[in-house]
């Protein structure tokens, strides 16, 4: 059974730091762009990050640009993402996604075309 978990959510103040991690199992993921989206209550699923297969480019959000940085480590299947100077704002569930397409183009397609995702982490920064 292929599956993406996430894990590192949780209740931070803002300004605070997080690191969400998301590992991979059932199959290699090392030739997919993996990514990261957030969903707030009431609001659509948005993306935050993606990366491509070896590391090499990086995408970001503008909302999240020079505060969160994802990587990955392919000898484990996990793609991590690093939440610094976090927001009320940023509050949401965080979830992991990986698609063989090019990550450049994660933020774009359609989320149903995504092959795989997460089941999410809660992230709540209080004010």
């Known amino acids: 059974q292929v599956q993406l978990v996430e894990s590192g959510g949780g209740l931070v103040q803002a300004g605070g730091s997080l690191r969400l991690s998301c590992a991979g199992s059932g199959r290699t993921f090392s030739r997919d762009a993996m990514g990261w989206f957030r969903q707030a209550p009431g609001k659509e699923r948005e993306f935050v990050a993606s990366i491509n297969w070896d590391g090499g480019s990086t995408y970001y959000a503008d909302s999240v640009k020079g505060r969160f940085t994802i990587s990955r480590d392919n000898a484990k299947n996990t793609v991590y993402l690093q939440m610094n100077s976090l927001k009320p704002e940023d509050t949401a569930v965080y979830y992991c996604?990986?698609?063989?397409?090019?990550?450049?183009?994660?933020?774009?397609?359609?989320?149903?075309?995504?092959?795989?995702w997460g089941q999410g982490t809660q992230v709540t920064v209080s004010s």
């Open positions: 996604a990986a698609d063989p397409t090019r990550a450049q183009f994660m933020g774009v397609m359609p989320r149903s075309q995504i092959h795989y």
